[in-house]
């Protein structure tokens, strides 16, 4: 095993995830498999129900697990798929320990943190790296926290037990400068380096968070004060792109450092196919702008993997996309149609994109927005929800079903074309109802998105409860929603799409957890390019 354990401190928001996935990108690089870890404080054992404000989207891993966004940070750096292994959190952690007490699995041993608690986070480590050159695990949050004593002292431990060789402590830290003389001041990260080492870890790579480049002074200060050498201290300055980190620290040959640590050896990276993508991110020939439609506006965290997945888009087509955040909450009034309208015209909107979500609030302004898409020729791509969306808006106005719902919304709707299935209506475990994680679908000949994925087969990623009715199949598609991808029984609707239409596109997936700037999203660069 060779351990990467990326550390913070001073203040949240450095981008450990970020620089865990870039160094994950430069390892990918250099020929070496590995995997990638989260270890998370929090007492929750997923992250299924925590708000989108609080923690931002939810992701969800190939093999049904929930996660926080950073997993998919880790997935769209080094194009591989994850698993629940990767997700560690310590409720799971707890949860085991004590339901291993309860068994009498220990029998009658004294229960305690050092040694059970952290021989289980070894166990999860162990478990997720196998078969794996490198592993490479953030540690959430910053060092010192309360929450945090069991993850670095198990991280601690396996120092001692693999060798020293095999384990490196990268530490990420802000450099901040101080905004009324302008100078750059190292006391914080003197501060961090020394709570580090009382936890007796020493840190072997320091990432330095700045605005700009370091000066050789700062530099060479910097590596006195942590003991490192100068090569050891890397500078992490803004990007205009997150995606230029990895090539910022292969500039520094931070693959090296680690390579001659773990292998005794450098090695060639080569990153120039993902230098030409940044270069068309950063300069575009041609500019769209896109309306994206949701109930979180506030927070772009909350769809970050959509946006990410448009600017994948974005690169492959070298044309800019301006979001403008169409707050459905304002599309539910009586004067909604004006207010779509204005805002369409007035933005230069030439394509809606809306993605998924749960509840039942605002959701007659989502159904007015793809009905104004629909009747306008509006390039319009709906993700989960919207699909359901898109099914209610067609039922009402174009199937003469004005009383068209969703149980979800209504009980008691007279038309449930969105509804349970037979099978879950059954089912009262917590979750239990729930498609979640890699789902196969069957596309149709000649339609829209078997012509994008060229292919007749996919595999889509899923977070959602309710189905389109089989029973409205029929009428649906009689009138002009054609099903146009599905389950292998043909019971669930997995793509809609209407023909005599631009773009008019809806997918039950989401498929923008599968986006990454190597290999962008088919549905994405269909809808840029038909906004186009």
């Known amino acids: 095993m060779k351990l990467i354990v990326v550390t913070g401190w001073v203040i949240s928001g450095l981008g450990k995830g970020i620089t865990a996935a870039s160094i994950g990108r430069l390892m990918k690089s250099c020929w070496y498999s590995l995997t990638m870890m989260k270890l998370d404080p929090y007492l929750q054992i997923d992250a299924g129900t925590m708000s989108p404000f609080e923690h931002g989207e939810t ?9 926080d966004l950073d997993l998919w940070h880790y997935e769209r750096f080094i194009d591989e798929e994850l698993t629940r292994n990767s997700s560690v959190t310590t409720g799971q952690i707890y949860l085991s320990v004590i339901q291993k007490e309860r068994e009498w699995k220990f029998l009658g041993e004294t229960v305690q943190v050092i040694p059970h608690v952290t021989n289980k986070v070894k166990d999860k480590i162990r478990e997720a790296s196998e078969w794996k050159d490198i592993t490479i695990i953030e540690v959430w949050w910053t060092v010192w926290d309360i929450e945090w004593p069991h993850f670095l002292e198990a991280l601690r ?15 990420v830290v802000p450099v901040l400068r101080v905004s009324t003389s302008g100078e750059m001041k190292t006391k914080a990260l003197q501060h961090s380096v020394s709570k580090l080492r009382e936890l007796w870890i020493h840190a072997n790579v320091l990432v330095c968070r700045t605005d700009a480049r370091l000066t050789p002074e700062i530099k060479k200060k910097i590596a006195m004060f942590s003991d490192l050498d100068e090569n050891r201290i890397i500078e992490n300055w803004d990007q205009k792109s997150i995606y230029s980190v990895p090539l910022n620290f292969l500039e520094q040959g931070l693959h090296n450092i680690i390579t001659q640590r773990f292998f005794d050896k450098t090695v060639e990276c080569n990153l120039d196919d993902r230098k030409s993508k940044v270069e068309w991110l950063l300069n575009p020939v041609s500019v769209v702008n896109i ?6 506006t506030k927070l772009d965290d909350s769809y970050i993997s ?29 004067n909604r149609e004006v207010f779509v309208q204005n805002f369409i015209k007035e933005k230069d909107i030439r394509g809606i994109l809306v993605p998924g979500w749960f509840g039942n609030r605002w959701i007659e302004g989502m159904i007015n927005v793809a009905n104004y898409a629909r009747v306008n020729k509006i390039p319009y791509l709906g993700l989960c929800l919207w699909l359901q969306i898109a099914t209610i808006s067609f039922a009402r106005n174009v199937c003469w079903l004005p009383k ?16 349970f299935l037979e099978d879950q209506k059954n089912i009262t475990k917590k979750w239990g109802t729930m498609r979640l994680g890699n789902y196969e679908a069957y596309l149709k000949n000649s339609s829209i998105v078997s012509k994008l994925y060229k292919s007749d087969f996919v595999v889509e990623r899923h977070r959602h409860r309710y189905e389109v009715n089989p029973k409205y199949h029929d009428i ?11 389950s292998k029984d043909w019971t669930l609707a997995e793509f809609v799409e209407i023909s005599d239409h631009p773009f008019y596109v809806a997918t039950q997936a989401h ?7 190597q290999k962008p999203h088919p549905l994405f660069c269909g809808f840029v390019k038909a906004s186009l």
């Open 291 to 296: 309306a994206l439609a949701g109930k979180y």
């Open 157 to 171: 431990q396996f120092r001692g037990e693999l060798g020293r060789e095999n384990v490196l402590f990268v530490h």
């Open 476 to 486: 649906l598609q009689n009138n002009g929603l054609f099903i146009s991808g599905s």
């Open 306 to 334: 959509v946006v990410e997945a448009l600017k994948h888009a974005w690169a492959s087509h070298q044309t800019k996309i301006n979001i403008h955040w169409l707050n459905t909450e304002q599309c539910e009034d009586k």
């Open 59 to 67: 992701f969800v891993t190939k093999d049904w697990f929930e996660t």
């Open 404 to 419: 068209a719902n969703s149980t979800e919304f209504d009980k008691n709707t007279l038309d449930p074309v969105i509804d």
């Open 511 to 517: 498929p923008e957890f599968k986006s990454t700037l």
